[in-house]
């Protein structure tokens, strides 16, 4: 009786855990079945060379080094990048399948129903997260494990086997953290947000890590010539880092017995045991939450019926036309299901954040909080430079395929004097739900910096600013977003990308000379604000008068340009 019983679990956890790790395979930020699973290797394998050559790039030299003059520390650094790396990728990895990290509510309304404990549940979505953790650890530290083992091996006298097995375990245990952050900060949101309140912060937080991740990545460089020093100085700079956490841990395993080891060693593992305790414990109120929330749908509705009924109400003051509020609303609920929209946009915003935060970093570990009251270059051009990327880069997502299906119905609805209403229903939908709250957030971080004068003055010269940028940046757009059929390699980077790198940097200077201008001179705001009141008038005008022989919308990406060298077109 005990066999089968003990069979059955087995059995049912194999069921169990199968189905998770392809619904972690099966994520909907890819959005036809048969690219799944190709995306995944896709991905991996990027990774996996992209690994390769930095390996290579850092262990090079100790081929040219004599032993004599080469250090434990060398390696420790190398390690420390190393794991900075594959940490920041299985970041950027765990919020591509935020969504399947937790139990959601298919999970809940299918299982939940059928003959199996929840503990089993539990049990099995927890062995799903440490299987993939195992195999994304694998598939990134392959090479590098080998590498190091190889050359440790050989100058320090250390077995080989005896090595990858210390290397393996502190890679799988940075991976885990990676993911436990994840998964316990999702079961927090599930247990004290719920709702559209719950899907704004969720959104929030997913962004805020993955320019964390990102910007682990890109301060690599930075990271190389901090470490040696740091440590040379016992720095406690050392313990504030959890990547640096886990290559203390690796050093502790090699028999390193120093105080910044040991101390990092016992954080590593006092941090996965505190984030599984969290996640355990707050996991059961989570689903017990989702599961009355959908027991309660009734009185969901009721609740949500006059917040409806306020933000269309909004809507139809500042949408003029049916066709306006139409096209706004296709452009809102499409951005909002699709993953990849929004992870498209978060990775054009990471150049520019990750450069403005790791200079704000700096600046603040060399000066401290009185850099801050000054109108200096870094923080007058913050909106101008995250207001530039944002709205080329929704120009360049508004010109991607996601809805194909939807062109023909826009075919028949729209005639030719709906350009006008499209394009400003798409200049709304950008201000609104991009350019207003981004500027909020500045005007906040400028009031600490500057006082509310100031921090109202910027915000609103950032605000003009980002409206020239968008009159321009539309101005000939003739598309209704996502319904286009976009071909590659339209932009030609290899002759342009020094036009767009001179343009980047006159814009820059122009918006640091201007913006620190005003604030020094606040009484010419007013000639300001006309003059570019007149630009948008006039940009307008002329975009109208242009309308008028603008025959059709653009539907079908113009092929002829761009394959008439094969032929392909007559």
Same mark, same amino acid.
């Not at 016992?266 to 989702?290: D, H, M």
């Given at each position: ?45 990027? @990774?996996?060379?992209?690994?390769? @050559? ?53 999970? /809940? ?15 099995? &979505? *927890? ?14 530290? /392959? ?20 090595? +990858?097995?210390?290397?393996?375990? *502190? ?18 949101? %599930?247990?004290?947000? %719920?709702?559209?309140? +719950? ?24 990271? =190389?010539? $901090? ?38 060693? #016992?954080?590593?593992? !006092? ?16 689903? &017990? ?10 009185? !969901?509705?009721? &609740? ?21 509020? *139409? ?30 935060? $790791? ?52 075919? #028949? ?8 209403? *499209? ?53 000939? @757009?003739?598309? =209704? ?11 030609? +980077? ?58 059709? @919308? ?17």
């Amino acid at each position: 009786m005990k066999k089968s019983s003990l069979y059955l679990f087995i059995y049912k956890v194999k069921i169990l855990t199968k189905h998770f790790l392809l619904r972690f395979v099966n994520n909907d930020a890819v959005k036809f079945a048969n690219e799944k699973k190709e995306a995944w290797v896709s991905v991996l394998a990027f @990774f996996f060379i992209a690994n390769f @050559f930095f390996i290579e790039s850092i262990l090079t030299k100790y081929l040219f080094l004599p032993k004599s003059l080469i250090k434990m520390d060398y390696f420790w650094i190398d390690i420390s990048l190393c794991f900075t790396l594959t940490m920041g990728i299985i970041g950027i990895i765990a919020i591509f399948v935020w969504d399947n990290i937790y139990l959601d509510e298919i999970d /809940l309304l299918n299982l939940f129903h059928l003959p199996v404990s929840k503990y089993v549940i539990f049990f099995s &979505k *927890a062995l799903s997260i440490i299987i993939l953790c195992i195999l994304i650890s694998i598939t990134l530290n /392959l090479l590098s494990a080998f590498a190091f083992a190889t050359y440790i091996a050989d100058i320090f006298n250390i077995s080989f086997f005896k090595y +990858l097995a210390i290397h393996f375990f *502190a890679a799988f245990c940075s991976s885990l953290f990676i993911f436990l952050i994840v998964a316990t900060l999702q079961s927090l949101l %599930k247990v004290f947000f %719920k709702g559209e309140l +719950l899907r704004i912060t969720s959104n929030i937080i997913k962004t805020l890590l993955l320019m964390g991740f990102i910007i682990m990545i890109v301060e690599l460089p930075l990271l =190389i010539k $901090s470490l040696e020093q740091l440590k040379n100085q016992n720095s406690n700079l050392l313990l504030y880092f959890p990547f640096l956490w886990f290559s203390g841990l690796h050093q502790h395993l090699l028999s390193r017995i120093e105080s910044v080891f040991n101390i990092q060693t #016992i954080y590593a593992l !006092k941090s996965l045991l505190l984030l599984f305790s969290i996640y355990i414990v707050s996991l059961p109120f989570g689903i &017990k939450k989702i599961l009355n929330i959908t027991q309660n749908n009734k009185t !969901k509705v009721k &609740k949500n019926h006059l917040k409806k009924i306020i933000y269309n109400y909004f809507l139809f003051l500042i949408l003029k036309s049916g066709i306006q509020r *139409a096209i706004y609303y296709f452009i809102s609920n499409t951005f909002k299901k699709e993953i990849k929209l929004k992870f498209k946009l978060i990775f054009i915003l990471a150049f520019p954040v990750v450069l403005i935060v $790791s200079e704000i970093i700096l600046q603040y570990w060399k000066k401290g909080w009185v850099y801050f009251n000054n109108f200096k270059s870094i923080l007058v051009i913050i909106p101008g430079i995250i207001f530039l990327f944002l709205i080329i880069g929704l120009r360049f997502i508004f010109s991607t395929s996601v809805n194909l299906e939807a062109n023909w119905i826009f075919k #028949i609805v729209l005639n030719n004097n709906d350009i006008k209403h *499209a394009n400003s229903a798409i200049k709304k939908f950008v201000f609104f739900k991009f350019v207003l709250p981004f500027s909020l957030v500045f005007i906040l971080f400028y009031y600490f910096c500057w006082g509310f004068k100031f921090a109202l003055f910027h915000t609103l010269f950032g605000i003009s600013i980002a409206l020239i940028i968008m009159e321009i940046t539309f101005y000939s @757009f003739r598309k =209704i977003p996502f319904t286009t059929e976009s071909i590659p390699g339209k932009i030609n +980077l290899k002759t342009l990308w020094v036009v767009y790198i001179l343009f980047l940097s006159l814009y820059s200077i122009s918006f640091i000379k201007s913006g620190r201008f005003l604030l020094n001179n606040p009484i010419y705001y007013i000639p300001f604000y006309f003059i570019i009141f007149i630009l948008i008038f006039a940009l307008r005008y002329i975009q109208f008068r242009k309308s008028k022989d603008i025959k059709t @919308f653009d539907f079908d990406e113009d092929a002829k340009p761009y394959f008439i060298d094969f032929s392909i077109t007559e």
